[in-house]
């Protein structure tokens, strides 16, 4: 297939077949995609509260606050892209939604890349202890003991987060062992070996059980070229798409037990919302 991967899977939503192209490790990044008016437009519509609109240049916040679309660069390294992103950047590679497992290719992160300004825009800076003050304690998983989770109201984070809970709270005890107990929600820190906010920062991330969690940098052998792994089943990964989570396991730098909220990089198709 013309050096393509192509993974069947048959899971509970039915049979999916996964292609990707591997990708060079020394490869550039910077090019926007053909459907990028299309991202900007979910922008939108993901977070009505705090994003007006965007033209060709600018994606334009309800403060007045404007955030340049595009540095115009095509010729950045992935630790550029990681460390310096533009807007544009954060939709170097779609999210695969409702796509089989398989192991991403090569420095395919979907969602990993993050235009801090507009995340800190949106959410406050934690420093300034900004986010605290927008915190909710929900309590997870109630009826099998899963504790309590600090998330932020902003976005309709926390209320989404709670419906996650629910639906996962009726699935099985062999099934909620991957949830419970929780290893993280809000985390005023940055992301490890990076100079940027993680998403927990935010109070807008979890990390579930971490006794089932695979993370790229406690792989063995070449941390460059770490293999894929996961134990987590992929009908509660669908259940956290559904509500505008995505999945760390759909990096090729994964971490199985992290989800975060980013409803913009999620089809109207996946979350049953109406995010363009």
């Known amino acids: 297939m013309g050096g393509k991967r192509c993974i069947l899977d048959l899971t509970i939503i039915g049979i999916a077949i996964l292609c990707a192209v591997p990708a060079r490790a020394d490869e550039t990044y910077g090019k926007a995609p053909a459907n990028l008016n299309e991202y900007l437009d979910r922008l939108v519509s993901a977070y009505p509260g705090k994003i007006a609109g965007h033209d060709d240049r600018f994606l334009i916040l309800k403060n007045g606050m404007k955030f340049r679309i595009s540095d115009g660069r095509t010729d950045k390294t992935f630790r550029e892209l990681l460390e310096k992103p533009e807007i544009d950047d954060m939709f170097y590679v779609p999210y695969p939604a409702g796509a089989a497992l398989a192991s991403p290719a090569i420095n395919m992160d979907p969602g990993r890349v993050r235009f801090e300004p507009l995340f800190v825009a949106m959410y406050g800076d934690c420093n300034n202890h900004e986010v605290a003050r927008t915190l909710r304690t929900i309590n997870w998983l109630p009826r099998h003991g899963g ?14 987060l709670e419906l996650v809970s629910r639906e996962l709270d009726v699935l099985p005890d062999d099934q909620v062992k991957y949830l419970v107990p929780l290893a993280g929600a809000y985390d005023c820190r940055k992301v490890a070996g990076s100079s940027v906010r993680s998403m927990h920062a935010y109070g807008a991330a979890i990390d579930i059980n971490l006794r089932y969690a695979n993370y790229w940098r406690w792989a063995h052998g ?3 070229r770490p293999r894929w792994r996961n134990h987590i089943p992929i009908h509660i990964v669908r259940i956290f798409e559904k509500h505008g989570f995505i999945w760390g396991g759909t990096w090729y730098h994964y971490d199985t037990m992290h989800f975060e909220y980013r409803p913009e990089l999620l089809s109207s198709k996946t979350t049953g919302r109406d995010i363009r």
């Open 147 to 160: 504790g309590k989770a600090a998330v932020t109201t902003t976005n309709g984070v926390a209320a989404a």
């Open 222 to 224: 070449n941390r460059d």
